[in-house]
């Protein structure tokens, strides 16, 4: 049997991921397993309050997330995942890469600091987000953070696609999806729908 594709969004906070996991989800009817999805549940089963307690609560839903990646490719099917991964992140996926087979495929997305910032802040302002994200603590250290080197692959490797999601309006979103459509093909045996589809 063919390896499972793994298809990972990731770039910055506020770079479009979620907008462009959801879309490749629904055009290639693929599972799609979020980290904020994951993380909100447990805010609503165990309750919010610090900046502290989102980063507790954080770790656990990396524990989550990779949990049930693992077990869908371990029944060898392919799927995507989205969170705001990064070079710290490579481990995670070293090891997973030792427990079960996948074929890794990137997709990152990209947005100047300036964006990143009027993005997230106009979320949050317009209540967006889970309070238990704590963004108004978040807003204030990426205020202090270093945003603008842009997001580099992860070590695992596979297949890499850059989105330029400073303007939504110029990214052909089904574009993209035809793009991993095309990578996945092979085992998928179909191409991504078009909305005239």
Same mark, same amino acid.
Not at 106 to 126: G, K, L, T
Not at 171 to 180: G, T
């Given at each position: 049997?063919?390896?499972?594709?793994?298809?990972?969004? $990731?770039?910055?906070? =506020?770079?479009?991921?979620?907008?462009? =996991?959801?879309?490749?989800?629904?055009?290639?009817?693929?599972?799609?397993?979020?980290?904020? !999805?994951? &993380?909100?549940?447990?805010?609503?089963?165990?309750?919010?309050?610090?900046? %502290?307690?989102?980063?507790k609560?954080?770790?656990? /839903?990396?524990?989550?997330?990779?949990?049930?990646?693992?077990?869908?490719?371990?029944?060898? %099917?392919?799927?995507?995942?989205?969170?705001?991964?990064n070079?710290?992140?490579?481990?995670?996926?070293? !090891?997973?890469?030792?427990? *079960?087979?996948? #074929?890794? *495929?990137?997709?990152?997305?990209? %947005?100047? +600091?300036d964006? *990143?910032m009027?993005?997230?802040?106009?979320? $949050?302002?317009?209540?967006?987000? $889970?309070p238990? $994200?704590?963004?108004?603590?978040v807003?204030? #250290?990426? &205020?202090?953070?270093?945003? %603008?080197?842009?997001?580099?692959?992860?070590?695992?490797?596979?297949? *890499?696609?850059? =989105?330029? /999601? !400073?303007?939504? #309006?110029?990214? !052909?979103?089904?574009e993209?999806a =035809?793009?991993?459509s095309?990578?996945?093909?092979?085992?998928?045996?179909?191409?991504?729908?078009? +909305?005239?589809q």
């Amino acid at each position: 049997m063919p390896d499972p594709y793994l298809v990972i969004v $990731h770039g910055r906070p =506020a770079t479009g991921k979620t907008t462009i =996991a959801r879309f490749l989800a629904e055009q290639l009817n693929l599972l799609l397993v979020t980290k904020d !999805d994951i &993380k909100e549940r447990l805010f609503e089963s165990l309750g919010w309050s610090d900046r %502290a307690w989102s980063r507790k609560v954080g770790a656990a /839903t990396y524990s989550i997330l990779m949990y049930l990646v693992e077990q869908q490719l371990r029944a060898g %099917a392919s799927l995507i995942i989205e969170s705001n991964f990064n070079s710290e992140s490579d481990p995670i996926f070293e !090891d997973l890469s030792k427990r *079960v087979r996948f #074929e890794p *495929v990137q997709i990152i997305c990209q %947005a100047s +600091p300036d964006v *990143v910032m009027e993005r997230f802040s106009s979320r $949050h302002a317009r209540g967006l987000r $889970h309070p238990g $994200h704590v963004d108004t603590v978040v807003i204030e #250290e990426m &205020k202090s953070a270093d945003h %603008a080197e842009r997001t580099r692959p992860l070590s695992i490797g596979g297949e *890499v696609i850059e =989105a330029d /999601t !400073d303007d939504f #309006e110029r990214l !052909d979103l089904v574009e993209v999806a =035809a793009r991993v459509s095309k990578i996945l093909s092979p085992r998928t045996g179909e191409e991504a729908k078009t +909305p005239e589809q």
